[in-house]
């Protein structure tokens, strides 16, 4: 079974600060893994994926999340917060059923942007 | 190229009634994933439907939901007899038939029992 975990609930940064939100993950194939982030009473939109190719994975809104498979992890980045990153960000794994794929969330992270 | 569609975005019904949510996934799109969202929790995966069938339906609840995807028209999920606990925001999801690494989520619907 596969599993992720996200470390910290909540997490608040100053506004130009750097942003670290984490995520493990348990898997026992090689997984796909995915962040999204949800905005206030939205859908879920698509970050960044990693599926098996650079382990630095560069996604939309300057964010970054790299694989580092000794430690299961698949941690979000970015340099410089904007206060527009407000929102609940989920880290994600799926494993495969029939060519299509089945997502496993994490609790989710809600990231706050102090001015 | 229109995302997934999900209609109502918020529907409200009483204990007892029946819900209906419709998802109609992106063009060229025939896997359908409806996923649920409880208050202050993450996603947990429902079922996956391909046109006229069922794949897994292992994240619904045994009794009073029921899901489908029919040849025509959108995918539907289906809450019987709702109670307060169903509250939720159900939210759909579209991959397409060969590259299936990604999927794309529709905006939601909002369900509250009162």
Redesign the interface.
Known sequence: AQSVTQLGSHVSVSEGALVLLRCNYSSSVPP?L?W?VQYP??????LL?Y?SAATLVKGINGFEAEFKKSETSFHLTKPSAHMSDAAEY?CAV?S?????????????TRLTINP | NAGVMQNPRHLVRRRGQEARLRCSPMKGHSHVYWYRQLPEEGLKFMVYLQKENIIDESGMPKERFSAEFPKEGPSILRIQQVVRGDSAAYFCASSPTVSGNTIYFGEGSWLTVV
């Open positions: 796909y995915f999204y009473n939205q859908g879920l939109q698509l994926k599926t989920f799926s495969q059923i029939q060519g299509a794929q089945k997502l496993v969330f994490g609790q989710g």
